[in-house]
């Protein structure tokens, strides 16, 4: 029957979880076995943006929105940066294991669409698996956690799934970044913005700041962020000495997104140690957690992490709510960081709940708590995820750095986080106050809108 529609005929696919669940499906990729930690993401739109984010290395991406693959592919809206390594020039392989969706969808409709999703995944040797109950699935994430799986084309023997399953390793302790980090520094500049983008996308700012970005697996719409916010950049390896980058005399540095276990990335954050309060320093997702770590921090690993475009987080600061775009697994323990400065934290001694304390008290006080940190001075406590009230962003008060832990672009996403790569231009220029800004304005800047005077 489906070789008569334009699913055609597929191979079967199974997926076999840590615990032993197991999930009968279709194949609609690559033919193959792929192990890897399974995750899911909540975004609406957004797949190719998901499938080509670097920060999905050693994962297997389960998509909750039942169709995907409706309006193709167009390989002008891959998230992976020029200098990552992989063996298509300029749009390598992406990084992630695998993918897992309720229904494939093999016909697209979009004019910018030049092929459709299942031949991208089967030419670039990605196993992706349809007609599982995604549904079931992702509450079985939920309830037991994201860990290892998988999925198979071609292996259906439970005995043998299960031994491969066991050999593949964990997620935790292994460093990811190295495998998707540019292996040479490169430049990025205004005149590397892809043409294809014109039609949507605003005329950069003029560079104004000579910016060293730590590409620790960096998306490519991060990448045209900061350019766009006037930023003139030198991309740099993940474990790229402090004096190297100094040497450069950039006006500041960027710490990018990137995957996996941030414990395990210790030449990134030891080089963070020595550059805090040398320049300013912005950094994102893996970057937050670079920069919490040279502060000295604990971190831990989320039951399921964020994923997607939809994550509700409160700027204490403004009292405004982002929803932002997510990628990770893992977050700060904010306690860690030191111990309450009482006539900065309204008046309490003592962190809320202790080490694992749900951060939303702060938010219901309207407080952005302040800590006194053994390394670096008073650091502040400045978003807040609302779903489960972990710490999503600090700024360090007596030296020139702040981080959070989401992406400020929209690849795919809202852009409610714009005015953050408007912050780290704000900071470099001196503005003590760099992180007041009104999002409800900024998060329009760097897009193109229809004349309004033409009828």
């Given at each position: 029957m489906l070789s008569k529609t334009s699913k055609q005929s597929s191979a079967p696919g199974i997926l076999m979880l840590a615990d032993g669940t197991v999930f009968y499906g279709r194949a609609c990729g690559a033919a193959g076995t792929s192990t890897g930690?399974?995750?899911?993401?909540?975004?609406?739109?957004?797949?190719?943006?998901?499938?080509?984010?670097?920060?999905?290395?050693?994962?297997?991406?389960?998509?909750?929105?039942?169709?995907?693959?409706?309006?193709?592919?167009?390989?002008?809206?891959?998230?992976?940066?020029?200098?990552?390594?992989?063996?298509?020039?300029?749009?390598?392989?992406?990084?992630l294991r695998g993918m897992i969706v309720h229904d494939m969808c093999r016909t697209p409709s979009n004019w910018r669409s030049a092929q459709s999703l299942p031949d991208y995944l089967a030419e670039r040797g990605i196993v992706a698996i349809e007609g599982i109950d995604t549904r079931a699935l992702v509450r079985h994430l939920r309830d037991n956690g994201a860990q290892k799986g998988i999925i198979s084309t071609e292996i259906f023997d439970l005995d043998e799934l299960a031994r491969a399953l066991a050999a593949a390793p964990d997620l935790v302790g292994t460093n990811l970044v190295e495998t998707v980090s540019c292996r040479e520094s490169y430049a990025y500049g205004a005149a590397d913005l892809?043409?294809?983008?014109?039609?949507?996308?605003?005329?950069?700012?003029?560079?104004?700041h000579k910016v060293v970005a730590y590409d620790c697996g960096i998306k490519r719409g991060i990448i045209e962020g900061l350019v766009r916010a006037g930023c003139d950049l030198t991309l740099v390896p993940w474990n790229t000495p402090a004096a190297d980058v100094l040497a450069l005399q950039p006006d500041g540095v960027f710490l990018s997104n990137g995957p996996g276990d941030p414990d395990a990335v210790d030449a990134t954050y030891t080089q963070v140690q020595q550059l805090i309060g040398k320049l300013p320093i912005f950094g994102i997702c893996l970057g937050h957690q670079m920069i919490s770590l040279a502060c000295g921090a604990e971190m831990e690993k989320l039951k399921f992490g964020h994923r997607g475009g939809n994550q509700p987080v409160m700027n204490?600061?403004?009292?405004?709510?982002?929803?932002?775009?997510?990628?990770?697994?893992?977050?700060?323990?904010?306690?860690?960081?030191?111990?309450?400065?009482?006539?900065?934290?309204?008046?309490?001694?003592?962190?809320?709940?202790g080490l694992h304390g749900d951060l939303r008290f702060w938010v219901e006080r309207g407080i952005a708590p302040v800590v006194q940190n053994e390394c670096f001075g008073r650091i502040r406590l400045t978003h807040v995820n609302l779903n489960d009230g972990t710490a999503e962003g600090i700024q360090l008060l007596d030296q020139p750095c702040f981080s959070v832990q989401y992406h400020p672009e929209a690849s795919p996403g809202p852009?409610?986080?714009?005015?953050?790569?408007?912050?780290?231009?704000?900071?470099?220029?001196?503005?003590?106050?760099?992180?007041?800004?009104?999002?409800?304005?900024?998060?329009?800047?760097?897009?193109?809108?229809?004349?309004?005077?033409?009828?």
């Open positions: 930690e399974v995750c899911f993401n909540t975004s609406l739109e957004g797949y190719f943006e998901v499938l080509t984010d670097p920060s999905y290395a050693g994962q297997i991406v389960t998509m909750t929105y039942p169709q995907i693959g409706n309006y193709g592919i167009d390989l002008a809206d891959t998230q992976m940066a020029p200098g990552m390594p992989g063996e298509y020039a300029g749009n390598p392989r992406p990084a892809p043409a294809d983008h014109a039609f949507a996308s605003a005329d950069p700012a003029p560079a104004r204490l600061l403004t009292r405004r709510v982002e929803i932002t775009a997510q990628n990770h697994g893992f977050g700060l323990l904010f306690p860690s960081l030191g111990a309450l400065v009482p006539e900065l934290s309204g008046g309490e001694t003592e962190h809320p709940g852009t409610d986080a714009h005015y953050l790569f408007t912050a780290f231009a704000r900071l470099m220029d001196g503005d003590p106050d760099y992180l007041n800004i009104d999002i409800s304005k900024d998060r329009l800047a760097g897009w193109k809108f229809a004349d309004e005077s033409v009828a």
